[in-house]
């Protein structure tokens, strides 16, 4: 019998004790598996290199830089590397920063311990983490660009576009839209690119932020 592929993981995160609960808890999961921790930036995008992860767990305050940058780094290096960022902070200007970085989805450390299986399982099926009225609480601080982003979608894309805003997974947009994953997987892709985003979690909060979503 076929089984799925173990999704793995790389915890970055400067309290050992915290990354090693992490690990615990993502271990008793079979179908996850915690493949480095790193507790700073160099050795986080250094253990990305080396075991080219499906999700990072990224703490953001780090000794030698913030988990931003980090994310930054690995995902131009590693654009299909999901990263989530675990903090303890709900600052408005921290997740900012994580979603132009290019990162999933936030969860908070005091979350971490009951979410972080469901987080991972969502981020690597390149689900967004986040709600939509936190987005929406995030809006106005996202950088405005008036490049006439997604002037150049088609309407497929914008269909797949709509979808992504409401939470749906890439799973649920191959069913309804009768694709193949591939396909969708495709869409995506061109979404996210011809919006300027390195997620899709930035792309739908680009195009909110550009009015493109407005009328959909």
Do not use: W
């Not at 979350?111 to 987080?119: H, M, N, P, R, T």
């Not at 591939?182 to 680009?206: C, D, F, P, W, Y």
Request: hydrophobic content about 45%; charged content about 20%; glycine content about 6%.
């Amino acid at each position: 019998m076929s089984t799925q592929p173990e999704i793995r993981v790389v915890v970055v995160d400067d309290h050992q004790m915290f990354a090693q609960g992490l690990e615990v808890i993502l271990g008793a999961d079979p179908g996850i598996q915690v493949v480095a921790i790193a507790g700073t930036v160099e050795d986080g995008v250094a253990a990305v290199r080396i075991h080219s992860p499906d999700v990072v767990l990224m703490d953001y305050e780090l000794p030698d830089g913030d988990g931003a940058t980090a994310t930054q780094r690995i995902k131009s290096e590693m654009p299909e590397t999901q990263v989530v960022m675990v903090t303890s902070f709900d600052d408005e200007s921290i997740l900012v920063r994580a979603i132009e970085a290019g990162a999933s989805g936030f969860i908070t450390k005091h979350k971490a311990i009951q979410e972080v299986s469901s987080a991972v399982r969502a981020a690597n099926a390149g689900e967004a983490l986040i709600s939509p009225s936190m987005l929406a609480r995030l809006l106005p601080r996202l950088r405005h660009n008036p490049r006439g982003l997604g002037a150049d979608l088609t309407p497929r894309e914008s269909e797949v576009l709509k979808m992504l805003a409401e939470g749906v997974s890439n799973q649920k947009i191959a069913e309804k839209l009768v694709l193949s994953m591939h396909t969708v997987r495709n869409h995506v892709q061109n979404v996210i690119t011809k919006l300027g985003a390195h997620s899709k979690l930035e792309a739908v909060a680009t195009a909110m932020r550009e009015g493109l979503l407005r009328h959909s």
